[in-house]
């Protein structure tokens, strides 16, 4: 299974900016797709997650309310949009799959078998 990212860039603070991934198969009929991000000398962070079928969806607090994670009907990818971004959302974001992801570890990266390569966030102030 290999995942792509795509839509990072440098937006201002405020702007909005849509990440999407793609996964180019699928091991089991449960999906389950989310972003994490790392800046440097940090530790990779859970963003938001989503697992089909069913729509169970997670977000970190820090993004409540401004991101929202969604999946495309018929394909094994998903989007994030992020609105009113700030510049402590400055990071790399990586995708990630997994297949037999169970609900307590959706949040965790440990939950997920397969990542992508990594989109660049930059946000100025």
């Known amino acids: 299974v290999q995942l792509q990212a795509s839509g990072g860039g440098l937006v201002q603070a405020g702007d909005s900016l849509r990440l999407s991934c793609v996964a180019s198969s699928r091991t089991g009929s449960r999906v389950a797709m989310a972003w994490f991000r790392q800046t440097a000398g940090k530790e990779r962070e859970f963003v938001a997650a989503?697992?089909?079928?069913?729509?169970?969806?997670f977000y970190a607090d820090s993004v409540k309310g401004r991101f929202t994670i969604s999946r495309d009907n018929g394909a094994i990818a998903i989007n994030l949009l992020m609105n009113n971004l700030k510049p402590e959302d400055t990071a790399i974001y990586y995708c990630a799959a997994g297949f037999s992801t169970i609900l307590s570890s959706m949040t965790t990266a440990r939950g997920y078998a397969y990542w992508g390569q990594g989109t660049l966030v930059t946000v100025s102030s």
């Open positions: 989503i697992r089909w079928p069913g729509d169970n969806i």
